[in-house]
């Protein structure tokens, strides 16, 4: 540690670093897997918007169940699907707090989406995290509501069939009907490129919050390579190639379009 | 309870636990309607924000007792209330609240169960508010109230002892204390302000190390340890909160253990044996259910012939009171089914039978039953 802090100090500029929003605990996550990126994205955001005292996180259950151990803030583990009303009760409790649920398609779109819909109509003031990787990662791979059609999982291992157990449900379309939401939006961290253009999006669903304009999402596809049995590469390939066509990237609602002076993108 | 010429208003059970828990502090009630409590709701709707608080009508049961959970992990004092198929519902925020030793007062204002059964008052839910309910291995601290008085005053201490334990409280009733009306002693339950909470989440993170209230324990050493810590607290609950009320006990040859509804109308049944010269009956209510008043009802039970259980289910107190006095004195039960209520001519004809013969096999309530 001696030898890295004074290579830090014969540096003239730090580049790249960790953010002061990341304890520096390793990630328990597969390598290649996207939970690492987005975990940064959202810890950068916390530094550059100065929130780091007051943010208080949702951690889910799925894979990211101990993102408490990464972020470092205040944090509540939440039951399967819950987030969203453990986020209302502490964002109620304390308005002045930045809010925030990092959540997985099982956690958000499955078990958790009477609490989704509904924190997002009553257009409550928090920043949801929703990382799509179209399967349960923690528990092995099984189906979840966004696997795609014809996808084999473990519980869908002759591919999915909409005809038995419907189509793939996409969450940020849907919830851009709501009056409650102020901005909605798909990324992706499958490329360096994706990357920087999630992190953009991002940054609005936290504004969406911070200038009190209602509800925030952002959904970003991520792979599990573990669980599609591809490499990371390959993986992140297949975002691109095939899990974009039903699950476009895109803004779907945006309170802040059309304001000028302001290019997030 | 107080009678000391205070400041007094007629109130329904419902409407008196509501404002025993605003009058104690508590600034986040979410809810959602289930008969026969939504007077809860509807009072809270109005009340609470007036209070600066929040109301939500939450999407589901689910949803209002995690919102509870965020709320109690943000250090302000949190309330939710239901009824049976709705305190179901709330059993797994319940484990979880319990896990993360945080404080908040859940009310069950029970119904018939099981399933959607009726609206009608029952006590079926004694299990369910003194063995934990949800999953895993938890205790609730569980209070009964037989008035609409104890409805406002036990939720306002409900708060305290969630405080105090760091652990859920419920306040275990039914619908007929809850709708009930009768008087409120106010100046039993002056406005407080509820205690700073130093492991709140929230903003301030830099004056202080950061706050994390977590339930998942994937090292089973790690979780024994914790389970540990949990049960040492369990036990420190057992030692220190032990509420009962006796009622003519001291020369009774009968003792009737009731609580709740049941224990009001085993009161005037009690008290018209009396008056006629009847058998000599005595009341035993537990107050807190959970834990069970142990130690004082095995003091006194070998003061008495028999005892006979009273409760609106088809027993499941006794079994507690079984635990208690084991064979040291013949336990009786009589069960109230269907949301009936008992009558006190019941109960005298119970008492009657007893008086007779106190090893009556009619009502003999033994292991192998």
Redesign the interface.
């Known amino acids: 540690m001696e030898a890295l802090a004074d290579s830090k100090e014969r540096c003239e500029q730090i580049v790249f670093d960790r953010p002061d929003a990341l304890t520096s605990r390793g990630y328990t996550y597969c390598p290649g897997c996207g939970h690492g990126t987005i975990h940064r994205l959202v810890a950068e955001l916390i530094d550059e918007f100065g929130l780091?005292?007051?943010?208080?996180g949702?951690?889910s259950v799925g894979c990211s169940?101990?993102s408490?151990w990464f972020f470092?803030?205040?944090?509540?583990?939440?039951?399967h699907g819950?987030a969203m009303?453990?986020?209302?009760?502490?964002?109620?409790?304390?308005p002045?707090?930045f809010v925030f649920t990092y959540q997985g398609d099982g956690d958000l779109a499955s078990i958790g989406m009477?609490?989704t819909?509904?924190a997002a109509n009553?257009g409550e003031l928090i920043t949801v995290i929703f990382v799509n990787n179209a399967i349960y990662g923690m528990t092995g791979g099984q189906m979840a509501p966004t696997t795609l059609e014809n996808m084999v999982t473990t519980t869908s291992p002759l591919g999915r069939d909409p005809l038995l157990v419907g189509h793939p449900i996409r969450v940020v379309e849907m919830l851009s009907l709501l009056e409650g939401v102020a901005f909605a939006a798909r990324a992706s961290v499958s490329s360096a490129k994706n990357t920087l253009k999630a992190k953009a999006l991002m940054k609005k669903a936290f504004r969406a919050q911070l200038e009190k304009k209602g509800f925030g999402i952002i959904e970003i596809l991520s792979n599990c390579n573990t669980n599609w049995n591809k490499s990371p590469i390959e993986a992140n390939e297949w975002i691109d190639a095939e899990m974009v066509k039903v699950f476009p990237l895109g803004v779907y609602k945006d309170v802040f379009a059309g304001e000028k002076g302001k290019k997030d993108e | 309870m107080s009678d000391n010429g205070g400041d007094r208003e007629l109130m329904k059970g419902n409407h008196a636990m509501c404002l025993g828990a605003i009058r104690a502090g508590a600034?986040?009630y979410?809810g959602y309607p289930i008969t026969p409590q939504n007077e809860a709701t509807e009072y809270m709707s109005f009340h609470m924000p007036k209070a600066g608080g929040?109301f939500?009508q939450?999407?589901?049961e689910?949803?209002?007792i995690?919102?509870?959970?965020?709320?109690?992990?943000?250090?302000?004092r949190?309330m939710t209330s239901s009824s049976s198929p709705g305190i179901s519902l709330k059993q797994?925020?319940i484990s979880?609240i319990a896990t993360?030793e945080l404080p908040c007062v859940v009310a069950n204002i029970v119904r018939c169960g099981p399933g959607l059964g009726n609206i009608a008052p029952h006590q079926g839910d004694y299990f369910q508010g003194t063995r934990g309910g949800g999953h895993g291995d938890y205790r609730t601290i569980t209070l009964a109230p037989a008035s609409v008085q104890e409805m406002a005053q036990l939720t306002y201490s409900a708060f305290d002892l969630a405080d105090e334990y760091r652990n859920p409280a419920l306040i275990l009733s039914d619908g007929v204390i809850g709708q009930m009306m009768e008087p409120v002693d106010l100046a039993t339950i002056p406005a407080k302000d509820p205690p700073v909470k130093d492991w709140a989440?929230?903003?301030?993170?830099?004056k202080r190390p950061?706050?994390?209230?977590?339930?998942?324990y994937l090292d089973p050493e790690e979780m024994a340890e914790f389970h540990l810590k949990l049960i040492a607290k369990y036990d420190r609950i057992r030692r220190e909160v032990n509420y009962f009320e006796e009622y003519m006990t001291d020369d009774a040859e009968i003792l009737i253990v009731a609580y709740g509804t049941s224990s009001r109308v085993a009161r005037t049944a009690i008290k018209r044996m009396r008056t006629a010269n009847g058998p000599k009956v005595g009341l035993f209510r537990p107050i807190s259910v959970w834990p069970f008043p142990a130690r004082k009802l095995l003091e006194m039970c070998t003061n008495y012939k028999c005892i006979l259980v009273l409760e609106m289910n088809w027993g499941q107190m006794v079994e507690d009171v079984r635990l208690v006095v084991g064979d040291k004195v013949p336990i009786h039960f009589a069960g109230k089914h269907g949301g009936l209520l008992f009558t006190p001519a019941e109960i005298v004809a119970l008492a009657n039978n007893l008086s007779a013969d106190p090893l009556n096999p009619g009502s003999l309530w033994s292991i192998v039953r």
Do not use: L, W
């Open positions: 780091k005292d007051r943010t208080v949702m951690a169940v101990f408490y470092d803030c205040d944090f509540i583990s939440c039951a819950r009303a453990n986020a209302t009760g502490v964002k109620r409790a304390h002045d707090a009477a609490e819909i509904h009553r | 600034r986040a979410y929040t939500i939450a999407e589901s689910v949803a209002a995690n919102m509870v959970f965020g709320a109690a992990a943000a250090g302000v949190a797994e925020g979880y993360a989440v929230g903003p301030g993170q830099d950061r706050n994390v209230h977590t339930t998942i």
